[in-house]
């Protein structure tokens, strides 16, 4: 009987354990989208997106609607210190096209 009993709680264990370590992982910067108010120029972001924004298990709806929403609406517009987008900003712009919205013209 105690055998029985041995195995049901070891997986029980194992599996928490492991829920516990993926759970851990760092999904990432939330993207900044200045407040979501009326903005005059683009602020850059501080990191390329991560796995809260890459990994489609992982992606929540609202967040990606706020990216969606801040490019629709601001990625005409410069940046307030006038320089190019960096690495970071480019992917964010690139993840907004791979979620689905309409590539810039």
């Known amino acids: ?9 070891g997986a029980a264990a194992t599996a928490a354990l492991a829920a516990g370590c ?5 999904p990432g910067q939330r993207f900044d989208d200045g407040g979501a108010g009326d903005i005059a120029c683009m602020q850059h972001q501080a990191a390329a997106p991560g796995p809260r924004y890459t990994e489609p298990g992982r992606r929540r709806s609202g967040e990606v609607l706020s990216l969606l929403r801040y490019y629709t609406a601001n990625g005409a517009k410069p940046y307030c210190d006038r320089a190019a987008p960096t690495d970071a900003d480019r992917r964010w712009a690139r ?3 791979d979620v689905g919205a309409d590539r810039p013209r």
Not at 1 to 9: C, F, I, S
Not at 22 to 26: F, I, R
């Open 1 to 9: 009987m105690r055998k029985l009993l041995a195995a049901p709680a």
């Open 95 to 97: 993840l907004y096209v």
């Open 22 to 26: 993926s759970a851990g992982t760092d």
